[in-house]
């Protein structure tokens, strides 16, 4: 019914940026809250960053001031640009999408996971 199709992983050196993008697709009505997730190895899954339809956004402590989320709701994109990263950010990055599907059924999507790795 609604898939998403994450890009912009990588490996980077600490103290430098990437910018993840999100896309969402399928029999989708409406999208209200898009977040994004991180989990490393042995962890359980944590929020990083969400932000409702009217733009209003929440980060994770470990993020706040170098991390923002965005979305185009034309588009039904969202990213996250990571600034100024740390080992500690390192990884999988997974896209979260709530919404209305062209039934007016709600719908959770996730997306695949793309790897974050922040080393010298």
């Known amino acids: 019914q609604v898939q998403l199709v994450e890009s912009g992983g990588g490996s980077v050196q600490p103290g430098e940026f990437l910018r993840l993008s999100c896309a969402a697709s399928?029999?989708?009505?409406?999208?209200?809250?898009m977040a994004w997730y991180r989990q490393v190895p042995g962890k359980e899954r944590e929020l990083v960053a969400s932000?409702?339809?009217?733009?209003?956004?929440n980060y994770a402590d470990p993020v706040k001031g170098r991390f923002t989320i965005s979305r185009d709701n034309a588009k039904y994109m969202v990213y996250l640009q990571m600034n100024n990263l740390k080992p500690d950010d390192t990884a999988v990055y997974y896209c979260?999408?709530?919404?209305?599907?062209?039934?007016?059924?709600?719908?959770?999507?996730w997306g695949q996971g793309t790897q974050v790795t922040v080393s010298s």
């Open positions: 979260n999408v709530k919404g209305l599907v062209k039934w007016r059924s709600p719908f959770l999507a």
């Open positions: 399928g029999t989708i009505f409406s999208i209200n809250d």
């Open positions: 932000i409702t339809y009217s733009g209003s956004t």
